[in-house]
């Protein structure tokens, strides 16, 4: 399983970005996936998660202004992020919990990093 992410870049304080996480290779279902970022000299911490029924959950610091939703059929998530601020600089990492067959575990999968550049 991989997760392939995409979408990043710089932009200015005020503007938009929308980032893309695609899981593929052997997959029977998806728990949750969702978005963490790690700006430097900082711990990873999670920004915003999506579960197989759709239930959301955001840092209280991006809450109103980003938005995750999914594609089940690409098993794709998605970060649409509105009013960056330059505290949201950081690279932006995608992660999964997926079950690659039904008689195995879960286990949880991550991206390679993507940045986030927020600056004027």
């Known amino acids: 399983v991989q997760l392939q992410a995409s979408g990043g870049g710089q932009v200015q304080p005020g503007g938009s970005l929308r980032l893309s996480c695609a899981a593929s290779g052997t997959i029977f279902s998806i728990n949750y996936m969702g978005w963490y970022r790690q700006a430097p000299g900082k711990q990873r911490e999670l920004v915003a998660i999506?579960?197989?029924?759709?239930?959301?959950d955001y840092a209280d610091s991006v809450k109103g202004r980003f938005a995750i939703s999914r594609d089940i059929a690409k098993n794709t998530v998605y970060l649409q992020m509105n009013s960056l601020e330059p505290e949201d600089t950081a690279a932006y990492y995608c992660?999964?919990?997926?079950?690659?067959?039904?008689?195995?575990?879960?286990?949880?999968?991550w991206g390679r990093g993507t940045q986030v550049t927020v600056s004027s």
């Open positions: 992660n999964a919990q997926i079950i690659r067959a039904w008689d195995r575990p879960s286990r949880d999968y």
């Open positions: 999506i579960t197989s029924v759709d239930r959301t």
